[in-house]
């Protein structure tokens, strides 16, 4: 079935560090792909999507790029912030229907010191 | 402002008892999903619905049910709580008007607690 697999947290930073946070994902046919974001006491917020390969999305400094030849959708950002502090999840989503449940995987822990 | 609201944000209660946790959307949204969130889990769906009175279930609906009787609000109700249903409760919603990339928006959860 259609799944999503995100590194094992949690992830300790120092500010300015550069951050990587793997995602790869199990679907039939090509999903759309996203990453939410969740600070703490909150509920999540979408921070980026793709929708069909090599498409790179972005935001606030945040990037993941759409790779179906590796099944994976990496978030990066150069320099981290203490405000960066959060869980961070990818999720998947099939296309071609508007009845789009996600997918999710179970969340990363980052926490960046000053 | 269009939003999602839940209610209560905290609650505690007692094994056995029915509860239920409101959820209600401003944005006209067709879909709407309730998740729970548990420590080495991530969010897990419990139900969703893709417009008013449709629902289906989610990969851990047992002691859960939903019913949608307009766009706005979708209930969740705990039949009979038990303590592993102890967890925090997120409701979100979508337009379901985008193929492609249909992004949900979150209400803040409800954190419950069974005694």
């Known amino acids: 079935g259609d799944s999503v697999t995100q590194m094992e947290g949690p992830v300790t930073l120092s500010e300015e560090a550069f951050l990587t946070i793997n995602c790869t994902y199990t679907a039939t046919g090509y999903p759309s792909l996203f990453w939410y974001v969740q600070y703490p006491g909150e509920g999540l917020q979408l921070l980026l999507k793709a929708t069909k390969a090599d498409d790179k999305g972005s935001n606030k400094g945040f990037e993941a790029t759409y790779r179906k030849e590796t099944t994976s959708f990496h978030l990066e950002k150069g320099s981290v912030q203490v405000s960066d502090s959060a869980v961070y999840f990818c999720a998947l989503r099939k296309r071609g229907s508007t009845l789009g449940r996600l997918y999710f995987g179970r969340g990363t822990q980052l926490t960046v010191w000053p | 402002d269009a939003e999602i609201t839940q209610s209560p944000r905290h609650k505690i209660t007692e094994t056995g008892r029915q509860v239920t946790l409101a959820c209600h959307q401003t944005w006209n949204h067709n879909n709407m999903f309730w998740y729970r969130q548990d420590l080495g889990h991530g969010l897990r769906l419990i139900h969703y619905?893709?417009?008013?009175?449709?629902?289906n279930k989610g990969e851990v609906s047992d002691g859960y049910s939903v019913s949608r009787s307009n766009t706005e609000d979708l209930p969740l109700t705990l039949e009979s709580a038990a303590s592993s249903q102890t967890s925090v409760y997120f409701c979100a919603s979508s337009a379901g008007t985008e193929i492609f990339a249909d992004t949900q928006y979150f209400g803040p959860g409800t954190r419950l607690t069974v005694l």
């Open positions: 619905s893709y417009g008013v009175h449709d629902t």
